[in-house]
């Protein structure tokens, strides 16, 4: 398959600069990509393994505990240290390939037609990794009940000290500074109003985004799930490996149409599900 190269062949007059420009838009284009993804700054970068085999894993250790003293010389031996393997496979294969006929590349100029192509593919392939991210910690995210709360904030905080007080063999209570809310539209500018209410010097009103809510990150995003307005996380808790190849541009046969192809494989899994939180508004149901 021809590659950048290629492209140039096609177009009469095109100077070796054009070639350096293509090369380099493709590595803006993958960069964009991480810059555009809300999960790309949530997910979990600790990751081992070679991710052209399949699958990529990640541990989780647990917490030590503390005994009196001399019990490892009475046993012989001191704890051993306990992990647990979390594998991760890269399992989603997509794919954007499109064509473009020479009279428009001629029309437009090549960088002009790749730069817009390039551009939507950005916001192609975010929203992809995006609802995949958060639809995989939505289904593993505990549901947190604040049905009867009726000020946005008290159901927010609760939502927060859940995961604040969590216990068991991984986790001894969570520091906020280590939590991220991610917010439907509807309850950003809730938050967003709450905050336009508040007497205080350092509140500004006309600012889009307050960045932080009671210690909290909070981020707004249009790709979470239909009827998920609240999730709450630890960053890392979801892990989602990206494999993208750069562009190439290839002369369809018999044609005068150039085919622009990206192709990228991911996976995505929740690693720390015991730290993701979303909010429960139906009523409980009484057993008794």
């Given at each position: 398959m021809a590659k950048i190269e290629s492209l140039n062949i096609l177009i009469d007059g095109s100077s070796p600069a054009a070639n350096d420009y293509l090369a380099e838009l493709s590595g803006v284009v993958i960069e964009n990509i991480q810059k555009a993804t809300l999960s790309y700054k949530l997910k979990n970068q600790e990751l081992s393994g070679d991710p052209v085999s399949g699958t990529v894993e990640c541990r989780r250790f647990t917490n030590a505990?503390?005994?009196s003293y001399g019990s490892?010389?009475?046993?012989?031996?001191?704890?051993?240290v306990k992990a647990?393997?979390?594998t991760v496979a890269i399992d989603q294969d997509k794919e954007i390939v499109e064509e473009l006929e020479a009279k428009d590349v001629r029309l437009y100029s090549v960088d002009d037609v790749l730069n817009r192509r390039a551009n939507n593919h950005v916001l192609t392939v975010a929203?992809?990794?995006?609802?995949?991210?958060?639809?995989e910690a939505n289904t593993n995210a505990t549901a947190v009940n604040v049905y009867g709360l009726t000020d946005v904030a008290d159901i927010l905080e609760k939502v927060i000290?859940?995961?604040?007080?969590?216990?068991?063999?991984?986790?001894?209570?969570?520091?906020?500074?280590?939590?991220?809310l991610v917010l439907s539209t509807e309850y950003y500018?809730?938050?967003r109003n709450n905050l336009d209410k508040c007497q205080r010097a350092n509140v500004d009103t006309a600012a889009g985004e307050f960045?932080?809510?009671?210690?909290?990150?909070?981020?707004?995003?249009?790709?979470?799930p239909v009827g998920c307005d609240i999730l709450l996380m630890v960053k890392g808790a979801v892990a989602q490996?990206?494999?993208?190849?750069?562009?190439?541009a290839e002369k369809i046969p018999l044609s005068e149409a150039i085919a622009v192809e990206l192709f990228y494989h991911y996976g995505t899994k929740a690693v720390t599900p015991d730290l993701i939180f979303g909010a429960d508004f139906t009523e409980p149901q009484d057993n008794g």
């Amino acid at each position: 398959m021809a590659k950048i190269e290629s492209l140039n062949i096609l177009i009469d007059g095109s100077s070796p600069a054009a070639n350096d420009y293509l090369a380099e838009l493709s590595g803006v284009v993958i960069e964009n990509i991480q810059k555009a993804t809300l999960s790309y700054k949530l997910k979990n970068q600790e990751l081992s393994g070679d991710p052209v085999s399949g699958t990529v894993e990640c541990r989780r250790f647990t917490n030590a505990t503390s005994a009196s003293y001399g019990s490892a010389r009475t046993a012989g031996k001191g704890d051993a240290v306990k992990a647990k393997p979390v594998t991760v496979a890269i399992d989603q294969d997509k794919e954007i390939v499109e064509e473009l006929e020479a009279k428009d590349v001629r029309l437009y100029s090549v960088d002009d037609v790749l730069n817009r192509r390039a551009n939507n593919h950005v916001l192609t392939v975010a929203t992809a990794l995006d609802r995949a991210f958060f639809a995989e910690a939505n289904t593993n995210a505990t549901a947190v009940n604040v049905y009867g709360l009726t000020d946005v904030a008290d159901i927010l905080e609760k939502v927060i000290q859940e995961c604040e007080n969590t216990h068991n063999d991984f986790v001894d209570g969570v520091p906020r500074d280590m939590m991220s809310l991610v917010l439907s539209t509807e309850y950003y500018g809730k938050i967003r109003n709450n905050l336009d209410k508040c007497q205080r010097a350092n509140v500004d009103t006309a600012a889009g985004e307050f960045f932080a809510w009671h210690g909290v990150e909070v981020d707004s995003s249009t790709r979470l799930p239909v009827g998920c307005d609240i999730l709450l996380m630890v960053k890392g808790a979801v892990a989602q490996p990206v494999m993208m190849d750069q562009y190439t541009a290839e002369k369809i046969p018999l044609s005068e149409a150039i085919a622009v192809e990206l192709f990228y494989h991911y996976g995505t899994k929740a690693v720390t599900p015991d730290l993701i939180f979303g909010a429960d508004f139906t009523e409980p149901q009484d057993n008794g």
